[in-house]
């Protein structure tokens, strides 16, 4: 079992930042892959960001070059740190973990960016 909380979402204008973490907690298996989907209202949820354990990134094309997942191992932490925010970003945005064992979602935290 892996526990994810989400936060540092809010409300921000167009063109500014926002920065996301997902702390887990449980049963983290040493070899594992978390990321950050997100899900507009009426549509499907999305990838945004993934990080395996040893830092390999992968991004979505719709958030490359603005955005940057990060993470702290000792903290058992990942972050997303969004920049040049889009009213298009605006989404629930959801932190994910997949081990060998288990797979986990967070509740998810609001991100709204206005025009």
């Known amino acids: 079992q892996v526990r994810l909380v989400e936060s540092g979402g809010g409300l921000v204008q167009a063109g500014g930042s926002l920065r996301l973490a997902c702390a887990a907690s449980?049963?983290?298996?040493?070899?594992?892959?978390m990321g950050w989907f997100r899900q507009a209202p009426g549509k499907q949820r999305e990838l945004v960001a993934t990080i395996t354990s040893g830092s390999n990134t992968n991004y979505a094309d719709s958030v490359k070059g603005r955005v940057t997942i990060s993470r702290d191992n000792t903290k058992n932490t990942v972050y997303l740190q969004m920049n040049s925010l889009k009213p298009e970003d605006t989404a629930v945005y959801y932190c994910r973990y997949i081990g060998l064992r288990f797979q986990s979602w967070g509740q998810g935290t609001q991100v709204t960016v206005s025009s």
């Open positions: 449980g049963s983290i298996f040493s070899v594992n892959t």
